[in-house]
């Protein structure tokens, strides 16, 4: 098949060097797509003409109008929480309803976006991970014991403890263990609207991390923790890299979706230290099974189960 991944014009290269989670998407599907055998190009929704591609595969909704426009069928692919957030009345869940009721098919990442969009068109697609970056080294010295990856922040306001630091640092506080807290620039906003971190003396935080960089983080702690309220992604990229890496976690996923290696935990400070003790207690196998759930859900085979949905539609 010739194929296109539409880039999702925001400014960050592909692959993105740092932060862009779209954009390492559009990466892994071309990369893999390729291995297994077919032409695949990134374009700007733009440039791709009718007829061009054999599958247009489009990950943000207002480039969905613009292949619409130029009479261009798409598969559809949604990465926004904010259409879940403000709600079926608002701009930005109209704007990517139309993109579903103009797709072939639109793959939503979390079960409860299927639900939630209530179209004939959504079906559950999840996220992968890159399990060739991305590997356990049991080798290396644990200098910490929780770590958290994320940017914090909610529909613009970057003070939002969306991904649950505040959680995260009074677990580890609690057991009086190390914590860092790795993601961009802008948790800057949320640490100083929340100094009382500070106190603990155990928690280290990295700005801009590189991904190798975010691999050696994985690498130096015990457990991941991720307590996010809200993710487009069930499960979102960062619990699979730290699957990956072999890292048993503490977070929060839908209960439609099953994660092996993940001790499911509201934003309850309480309730997610059982569930440290719990992983402490079983540790080898809540390690096997995280490294289990990443085998199964890496971008190859990801890449060869989308595949087969572009088959459908040739």
């Known amino acids: 098949m010739k194929i296109c991944q539409v880039d999702p014009g925001c400014g960050i290269p592909i692959p993105p060097p740092s932060w862009g989670a779209i954009e390492k998407i559009v990466w892994e599907f071309k990369c893999n797509q390729e291995k297994l055998g ?22 943000v909704a207002n480039l969905c109008e613009t292949l619409q426009q130029n009479g261009i069928p798409y598969i ?25 009721e103009g797709s072939l098919v639109s ?38 014991e929780f770590l958290m990856v994320a940017n ?12 649950g630091f505040n959680f995260g640092v009074a677990l580890a506080a609690l057991n ?7 993601g961009p620039s802008n948790n800057r906003n949320w640490l100083n609207t929340n100094l009382w971190v500070l106190n603990h003396p155990l ?22 923790v991720h307590p996010s309220m809200l993710e487009a ?5 960062t619990l699979l890299e730290a699957a990956a890496c072999g890292m048993p976690i503490i977070g929060w996923i839908e209960m439609a979706t099953d994660f092996h290696g993940l001790w499911r935990a509201p934003r309850d400070v309480m309730d997610m230290n059982i569930g440290y003790h719990d992983i402490i207690d079983r540790w080898d196998w809540y390690v096997n099974s995280s490294l289990n759930t990443a085998k199964e859900l890496s971008w190859f085979n990801r890449s060869k189960d989308i595949l087969e949905i572009y088959q459908q539609f040739v």
């Open 233 to 237: 992604g069930h499960p979102n990229l």
């Open 38 to 59: 077919h032409e695949v190009h990134i374009r700007m929704a733009s440039d791709i003409r009718p007829g061009e591609f054999d599958i247009v595969h489009c990950h």
């Open 107 to 144: 793959l939503m990442p979390a079960r409860f976006l299927v639900d939630y969009f209530d179209h004939p068109k959504c079906m559950y697609f999840a996220h992968g991970v890159n399990t060739d970056f991305y590997y356990p080294n049991f080798e290396a010295e644990k200098q910490g």
């Open 76 to 100: 559809y692919q949604l990465h926004d929480h904010h259409a879940y957030h403000y709600g079926k009345e608002s701009h930005v869940f109209k704007e990517n309803y139309r993109a579903v």
């Open 203 to 224: 928690l280290s935080v990295i700005f801009d991390p590189t991904p190798e960089q975010v691999r050696e983080l994985y690498h130096a702690h015990k457990i991941f």
């Open 176 to 182: 009086g263990k190390r914590i860092t807290i790795a």
């Open 152 to 163: 914090n922040g909610l529909a613009g306001d970057p003070t939002f403890d969306r991904k």
